[in-house]
C-alpha cells in the first residue's frame, strides 16, 4: 500500500550534509588564508601545522607530513576517549577535507602591507576554523585538544588554540625570523578573536543580577515577556541592614536590551549587574558545544 512504508532517514542525511558543508567551507577558508596570505608572505603557521614547520626546518630529513600525521595520532587518539566516536569520525574526515583543500586551493591575494595581511590572515583563518568546530567534528590539531580543554575544564577554544601557538612562536623567533614571528602573532591573536566569535560569541549568554524593591514587577515581566527563568535570591544591605531580593537570571546577548528596558520602566534607580558567561548548561537557555 502507497504511503505504508515512509523512510524515516532524511534527518540524519540532512544533518551529515550539514556537517561535511561546514567542514568544507571551513577547510576552503583556511586553506585560502594559508596559500593566499601566510605562505607568499613566509608567516610561520600556527598549531600543529606550526609545530610540524618548526621540526621541518630543524630536522630536514623529518617531512612535514610526517610530523604533522605523528602529531595528530595522540591528539585523536584523546578525541576518541575523551569527546565521543561521532566527533571522532567527523575530524578524521575533516583533516583530509583540510589536507585536500590546502593542496587544490592556488591562489594569491594582492596584499602587499605584512601587518594588513596578517590581520586579513587571521579574519579568513578564524572564520574558518570557526565554522569548522560548528560541525561535530574539526580538523585535527590542536582543535581537538581545544575540545578537550573546553569540555573538561571550560577553557575557551581561541585560550587554548593561543597558548599552543605562543609556545610554537617562541620557537620560531629563536631560530627563524622575529619579525615574521611577530607577525605571525598578530595574525593568530585575530584569528582566536574570530574563532571564539563563530562558535561561541553569536550565541553568547549574559548572567544578571537586579536589586530593586520593584523586583516582583520586574520578575513577573520577565517570565512574561521574556519567557525566562528567575531566580530569586535573599540578600542584606551592608550599610542599611535591611533585608533585600535580588533577581538572578541569564539570558540570550540579543534579549539584554529587552531586559534593560524593563528594568528601566519599573524602577530607573535600579542595580544592575551584566556579566558574561563562559558556557550555560540547561533546557532551552544551554550554549554548550554539540561535540
Known sequence: ?????????????????????????????CA???????????????????????????????????????????????????????FFIYST???????????????????????????????IQGAGSGIILKSMGSAGGTDILSVILLQRFSIRLGTTVLGFNILV?????????????????????????????????????????????????????????IHRGVTILRGQGAYSTREQQILYTVVTFQEVATLKQIVRREDPNAFVVVSETTEVMGHRIGNQPHW
Open 169 to 225: 612562536l617562541s620557537a620560531a623567533a629563536l631560530f627563524f625570523s622575529l619579525e615574521d614571528a611577530l607577525y605571525t602573532l598578530i595574525y593568530l591573536y585575530v584569528s582566536t578573536k574570530i574563532v571564539d566569535l563563530v562558535v561561541t560569541g553569536l550565541s553568547q549568554r549574559k548572567a544578571i543580577f537586579i536589586i530593586s524593591p520593584q523586583w516582583e514587577k520586574i520578575s513577573a515581566r520577565i517570565l512574561s515577556e
Open 1 to 29: 500500500m502507497p504511503g505504508c512504508f515512509r523512510w524515516s532517514g532524511w534527518p540524519i542525511l540532512m544533518n551529515i550534509g550539514r556537517n561535511m558543508g561546514l567542514l568544507i567551507l571551513g577547510s576552503l577558508l
Open 93 to 123: 574526515v575533516g583533516m583530509f577535507l583540510f589536507a585536500g583543500a590546502i593542496a587544490w586551493v592556488d591562489v594569491d591575494i594582492p596584499v602587499q602591507d605584512k601587518l594588513l595581511a596578517a590581520i586579513l590572515a587571521g579574519l
Open 32 to 86: 585560502l588564508a594559508i596559500n593566499g596570505i601566510l605562505v607568499p608572505h613566509r608567516f610561520v603557521s600556527g598549531g600543529v601545522t606550526g609545530l610540524a614547520l618548526v621540526i621541518h626546518y630543524l630536522f630536514p630529513f623529518l617531512s612535514v607530513a610526517l610530523v604533522y600525521f605523528l602529531a595528530n595520532v595522540p591528539l585523536f587518539i584523546a578525541g576518541w576517549f575523551f569527546i565521543s566516536r561521532r
